[in-house]
């Protein structure tokens, strides 16, 4: 089974950037649909953004644009690239790993969490 640890979280100015990473250990990485969520305060985790196996992505609508995930197999490494940052998009950020049978949001392995903070 994967296991998931999460870095780069951070404050940040609005229109700022940040990279978060997501490093997994475990086999068959590859096979893992690799996602992102975050949950702010008093609101309920969202997806963000995943990324299959074979490189095809999703996003919420409001980070299209602003936001993109990557992964790198060989490596086993997820990232999350975020610039124009609005202060909306404060949350914890989780990183997660789903093989492609688990359909369920909240299914697959989760990491501990990286807090954003975006403000002035």
């Known amino acids: 089974q994967v296991q998931l640890v999460e870095s780069g979280g951070g404050l940040v100015q609005p229109e700022g950037s940040l990279r978060l990473s997501c490093a997994a250990s475990g086999s068959s990485f590859s096979v893992y649909v690799m996602g992102w969520y975050r949950q702010a305060l008093g609101k309920q985790r969202e997806l963000v953004a995943n990324i299959g196996g074979g490189g095809i992505t999703n996003y919420v609508d409001s980070v299209k644009g602003r936001f993109t995930i990557s992964r790198d197999n060989a490596k086993k490494m997820v990232y999350l690239q975020m610039n124009s940052l609005k202060p909306e998009d404060t949350a914890v950020y989780y990183c997660?790993?789903?093989?492609?049978?688990?359909?369920?949001?909240?299914?697959?392995?989760w990491g501990q969490g990286t807090q954003v903070t975006v403000s002035s």
């Open positions: 997660n790993a789903k093989l492609p049978i688990q359909t369920r949001p909240d299914s697959g392995t």
